[in-house]
């Protein structure tokens, strides 16, 4: 499977699946932010064939320097995850698992010395069921807890665990199991599990952009994923992203936003056959308000922003409202004035709410 170097487009991966954590140890309050490899790179493993594209512990360092030199990491994108296709057919001699040897020839360990050195953390994907799903080493429940301790003494920070070729049952007792055998090694591991949202058929569906995104559904994408403080991961190439993708990705309020502190997930207030209005209450009274156009065609939609009819109280001194994507402030109000705006087919206007009480 080759993916084109040279295609400009960007291909956001921003996972939903579930963050299980019945275990409070401290980890991913706010959403986890960072790159991951899948709908990008998939299972490309001809490195003779494609020796930039492939899965191998070049593709991973390449991205770690890029999210340090291109500012990604300080705007909080600190996760650099592997996905499917990095093991080895087989275990090794003691029955762990091992990557494939000619594409990680440091092996999972001298990666994650390296991320780490960035100032960065490594995130690894595992499958609970006979093989994972693209037929590489799979964990079963026999080998849970050896392969937690596996991932911790190579010192990775997260896993992905998917649920391929297992059925429902050993699902239930499987997911939790290795939240317990993650805890068990001591090492704080973000476990990033799809289950029960597995059991829903969920997963297929939640994979976003990826080819052929245009500007103005991304924006609308990303304005969701922050109104529902999803974690932000990006699957694409850091080494020929467009400036306008780019600019998207790193827009600090947006970040803001998705990672605002009281950690509350907002909710659609409305919905229309091509509308629909999302809200989100942040931290220190601000809101963010998202007016998303799912028109596929026609013109602008018009809107009037009004605060009381949203619930959002008049603070004495009013509010200030920004357009997160426009970077500007577009306009005060308190209960005696609208905003009038225009929004897109298939886009959206997402507004930052400060009260100046
Ligand atoms: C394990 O769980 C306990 C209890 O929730 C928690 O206090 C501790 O921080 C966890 N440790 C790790 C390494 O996850
Ligand atoms: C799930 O697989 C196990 C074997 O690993 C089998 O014993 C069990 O009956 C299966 N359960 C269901 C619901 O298919």
Excluded at 64 to 90: F, H, P, R, T
Excluded at 260 to 286: M, P, S
Excluded at 327 to 338: A, C, I
Aim: aromatic share 12%.
């Amino acid at each position: 499977m080759h993916c084109g170097t040279l295609v400009l487009f960007i291909s956001l991966y921003l996972t939903l699946v579930g963050l299980c954590e019945p275990l409070d140890n401290g980890l991913a309050r706010t959403p986890p932010m960072g790159w991951i490899a899948w709908e990008r790179f998939k299972c490309t493993t001809d490195c003779k064939l494609y020796p930039d594209n492939c899965i191998s512990e070049r593709l991973f360092r390449a991205m770690a320097d890029k999210l340090v030199e291109d500012g990604w990491k300080d705007l909080g994108y600190q996760y650099v995850n592997i996905d499917d296709c990095w093991s080895a057919m087989v275990r090794d001699i003691n029955g762990k698992l091992q990557p494939d040897p000619d594409r990680f020839p440091s092996g999972i360990k001298g990666l994650a010395e390296y991320v780490h050195f960035k100032g960065l953390k490594l995130g690894i994907y595992g499958d609970l069921g006979h093989s994972t799903c693209g037929g590489y080493l799979g964990t079963l429940l026999e080998t849970v807890d050896l392969d937690a301790r596996t991932f911790a003494e190579w010192e990775v920070d997260m896993l992905k665990l998917d649920g391929c070729n297992s059925n429902s049952t050993e699902r239930s007792i499987g997911y939790p199991k290795m939240s317990y055998a993650l805890n068990a090694t001591g090492r704080p591991i973000v476990y990033s599990c799809s289950w029960p949202a597995y059991e829903d058929g969920l997963l297929p569906k939640l994979m976003v952009g990826n080819f052929g995104l245009n500007q103005d559904q991304s924006k609308a994408q990303l304005a969701i994923w922050a109104i529902l403080a999803a974690p932000f991961f990006m699957s694409n190439d850091l080494r020929t992203i467009s400036d306008d993708a780019k600019a998207l990705l790193q827009n600090k309020l947006l970040i803001y936003i998705d990672q605002d502190k009281l950690g509350q997930q907002g909710v659609r207030i409305k919905k229309d056959e091509d509308f629909q209005l999302w809200k989100r209450k942040l931290a220190h009274g601000q809101f963010a308000l998202a007016y998303l156009n799912t028109a596929e065609r026609g013109g602008a939609k018009s809107f009037s922003l009004s605060l009381p009819p949203l619930g959002i109280k008049d603070c004495a001194h009013g509010y200030n409202v920004y357009d997160v994507f426009d970077k500007k402030l577009v306009s005060f109000l308190n209960s005696n004035h609208t905003h009038s705006f225009r929004v897109n087919p298939r886009s959206v206007v997402l507004f930052f709410i400060r009260p100046v009480c």
